[in-house]
Each structure stands twice: as C-alpha cells, then as structure tokens.
C-alpha cells in the first residue's frame, strides 16, 4: 500500500496528535539511508527509535514501534508517515532540513 494511502487510513484523531508531536522537541530526528528510515524520539520519558521501510514506488514494506500503544498505527509510526512525506516531496533525507525549504 502506498505512503498516501497509509495516511488516509490513520485515526484522525491519532494523525493530530502526530502533527503536534512533531513540532515537538520530543520529536528529535528523522532521517533516511536509501528507503530505510529511522526516527528518534522521546514519548513519556522513553527513547523510541521507530523504523519505517519504504520501496522504491513509495509503498509501505514494514514499519515498527517499540511504543506500548494498542493502535495499528502509533501516533510515532503517523507522525514517521507525515515525516516521510515531507523528505520524499522536498528530496531531503532529514526531516528537521525538510521542512526549512
Ligand atoms: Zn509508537
């Protein structure tokens, strides 16, 4: 499934959170080596390091949180999507270099 497609299934009500969070000095880093991309985050006092794999055609191939969240998609795994979108649209590989252009 494509990267858009991920979004337009999230929670709206997570995907909020998410675009909050990652305006957040919580939200440290995201960045990409190739498709892999690695985020690092803070969330209620826990370093999370959530990885998002994605294909060459912008498809999801695997994604992970270690978050205690019940959700499918976790406000850090959104707020990876979001971030993703960002860095593919602006051709960047650092999400905080993404958003300043
Ligand atoms: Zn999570």
Do not use: W
């Amino acid at each position: 499934m494509k990267l858009q497609e991920h979004i337009n299934c999230i929670n709206p009500a997570i995907l909020n959170e998410a675009k909050i969070y990652m305006q957040s000095e919580e939200f440290v880093s995201l960045k990409s080596l190739g498709y892999y991309y690695e985020g690092f985050m803070i969330y209620e006092n826990k370093i999370l390091f959530p990885e998002v794999v994605v294909s060459n055609k912008n498809e999801i191939q695997k994604y992970s949180c270690d978050c205690r969240s019940k959700n499918a998609v976790c406000v850090h795994i959104a707020a990876m999507f979001l971030g993703i979108e960002i860095m593919i649209q602006a051709g960047c590989a650092d999400y905080h270099e993404a958003v300043k252009t």
